[in-house]
């Protein structure tokens, strides 16, 4: 089933950059910067990393925790990104996220909350056993990445906050520092800024959704997150927006940043869905990063991202293809 094809302007053609350019890239980066890129890497605190497969795999909450692919090597988890506040190439924001302050770090929760406040994310993380907050699973596109996350469940943020009985929906907003973020003030930058992103109550309550602050037992490099990302593990990877700052508790469907651009591509729900065609693309397989011209890497897509399980209770009766 494919959906109506978008005759606008190709706003996300950076998703398909060709191999040979983004190779290039990474070749270059490689050799040019470790300075750059690992000057933003502060380790955190797994003050004696292990085996990150073994921390990775042994979480409780594993059943179709993807334990069983291999990981994605750092290297390629953090080269190949999307992060348009610093521009629309996939290399761009390894590059350039640098130049983003991250410390200090909060985030505002209001609107249906009973307790509306500012945390800091030292407080919100303090009397974290980071070893116990590993998750593994895939973040999934046209390409996708296995990534042993650092985080928590969105539900323990929000519980803090104490949300009314009136919130059916939470939005999230992300930093906009127009001086530090150069793809904010190029000519190119197609997005109303801040970025949003939103899910319904129920999605954000659910145990399997996330916010991250890190990977690979290390504070999340600016290029992937920074400083606080939401990650909702049966959703397309677009949805995991970076360096939140905003979340707003509402009564109102949020738009999402990516529905604003090309509404006939992107919908509000996103839930991977190979049976689902993406206007200009099949969705039914994923590039495993790692992946080359020559080694595609190619591998079946599972629905839900194999949560289906967990997670197909919510759209009981919901047309997935209507309700992409
Ligand atoms: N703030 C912010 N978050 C964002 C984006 C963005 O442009 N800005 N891009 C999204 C998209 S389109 C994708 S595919 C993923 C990419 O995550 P990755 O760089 O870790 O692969 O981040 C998402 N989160
Ligand atoms: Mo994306």
Redesign the pocket.
């Known amino acids: 089933m494919t959906r109506k094809m978008f005759d606008g302007p190709s706003i996300a053609s950076s998703e398909i950059t060709p191999e040979s350019v983004w190779l290039n890239r990474r070749n270059l980066m490689k050799a040019a910067a470790t300075g750059a890129v690992a000057g933003g890497l502060p380790a955190l605190a797994l003050s004696q990393p292990r085996e990150l497969a073994q921390l990775a795999a042994k979480k409780g909450d594993c059943s179709g925790c993807q334990a069983e692919d291999d990981l994605t090597p750092y290297e390629d988890?953090t080269t190949?990104?999307?992060?348009?506040?610093f521009g629309t190439d996939k290399g761009d924001?390894v590059e350039h996220a640098h130049e983003m302050t991250v410390d200090p770090w909060s985030v505002e929760v209001s609107g249906m909350v009973n307790k509306p406040g500012k945390l800091n994310l030292e407080d919100i993380m303090s009397g974290f056993d980071l070893e116990e907050r590993i998750y593994r699973f895939r973040?999934v596109?046209a390409w996708s990445?296995v990534v042993p996350w650092i985080g928590f469940p969105l539900a323990e943020l929000l519980a803090r906050f104490e949300p009314t009985a009136d919130a059916k929906y939470v939005a999230f907003k992300?930093l906009y520092r127009r001086g530090e973020m150069r793809g904010t003030r190029s000519f190119t930058s197609v997005i109303d800024w801040p970025?949003r992103e939103g899910l319904r109550m129920d999605e954000a309550m659910h145990p399997l959704t996330l916010m991250t602050v890190g990977l690979y037992g290390k504070t999340l490099p600016n290029?992937?997150?920074d400083k606080l990302r939401l990650v909702y593990r049966s959703k397309y990877?677009?949805t995991?927006?970076?360096?939140i700052v905003s979340v707003e508790l509402t009564d109102r469907q949020p738009r999402t940043s990516w529905q604003e651009l090309a509404p006939q591509e992107y919908g509000f729900y996103s839930n991977v869905n190979p049976e689902v065609d993406h206007p200009r693309w099949s969705q039914r397989y994923e590039r495993r990063l790692p992946s080359s011209l020559f080694k595609p890497n190619r591998i079946a897509t599972q629905k839900f991202n194999g949560y289906g399980e967990q997670v197909a209770g919510l759209y009981t009766g919901m047309d997935l293809a209507k309700y992409y």
Not at 80 to 85: K, L, P, R
Not at 240 to 243: A, F, H, N, T
Request: aromatic content about 22%.
């Open positions: 988890a190949y990104n999307n992060f348009y506040e924001p973040c596109e990445m992300t970025y290029q992937s997150l990877c677009f995991s927006i970076k360096s």
